[in-house]
């Protein structure tokens, strides 16, 4: 990780427990349009939980550590990043045909490379539970959740930092996480973000993209959409530089 996003000297090391001490500070949900106010960060772990094994938990705490780095750097609510980080992997281990079955059932229209490979399907599923279930009606927690494997066009600061959060949760390769950071890092020209999450999306689907070709798995044709839609935002900011 960039020194740039860690922690300074005088806070603790950032670290990933399962007790997620890196959100603890935003446990108590405030009065948000869409979140009940019993939908705490910590009622969303413990949700989440006994529908995911331990090691796709242990994922999950880790990408919500990042999330709520990231979220305090982008200057977006941790609250909403924190809940979509906890929730997003809820649908992530069901069956390819039962998520299937789901998303016809909440009258989601599949494409035909999701009827071939339902687990693209986990996300926009994990949504419709969660609205129909915990009934969060938030619409950038829903849309978070949805978008967070295949992204968007376009996709709000509080999708992309979950986006991100996930491709960026410390079990991942180096190989892959370490130029996402790099573009963090990287100013953005004419304003005072800290975070530059629009070249970070685009090195994210780039590296992607690269993986799911070296390996042979088909590819989502919103995959190429999100890719040249960053593409197009940073190579705009570059123009306007120049």
């Known amino acids: 990780m960039p020194k740039s996003l860690t922690k300074n000297k005088n806070e603790k090391p950032f670290k990933l427990t399962l007790k997620d001490k890196a959100v603890k500070s935003a446990k108590k949900s405030a009065r948000v349009p869409g979140v009940p106010a019993a939908i705490t960060l910590d009622f969303a772990r413990e949700w989440t939980q006994p529908r995911i094994s331990k090691k796709r938990f242990e994922h999950v705490c880790g990408v919500a550590a990042v999330g709520d780095l990231l979220a305090k750097k982008a200057g977006v609510s941790r609250l909403l990043v924190g809940l979509a980080c906890y929730l997003h992997d809820c649908c992530k281990e069901t069956k390819d045909k039962e998520l299937i079955e789901k998303a016809r059932a909440f009258g989601l229209k599949l494409t035909a490379i ?109 995959t190429v959409d999100v890719r040249n839609h960053f593409l197009g935002i940073v190579r705009t900011v570059e123009k306007s530089t120049n």
């Not at 967070?148 to 066009?153: C, E, P, S, V």
């Not at 960026?168 to 530059?196: C, H, M, Y």
């Open 114 to 222: 999701e009827e071939l490979n339902g687990h693209l399907l986990h996300g926009p599923v994990a949504a419709q539970t969660i609205k129909a279930e915990l009934k969060i009606t938030n619409v950038e927690v829903l849309a978070s959740i949805s978008e967070h494997t295949l992204g968007n066009a376009p996709m709000s600061d509080i999708s992309k930092v979950v986006f991100l959060a996930d491709c960026l949760e410390e079990s991942r390769p180096k190989d892959f996480t370490e130029p996402i950071w790099q573009a963090l890092s990287v100013p953005v020209p004419g304003s005072n973000k800290k975070v530059n999450l629009d070249r970070a999306m685009l090195v994210a689907c780039d590296l992607s993209l690269s993986h799911l070709l070296n390996v042979g798995k088909p590819i989502h044709p919103k």
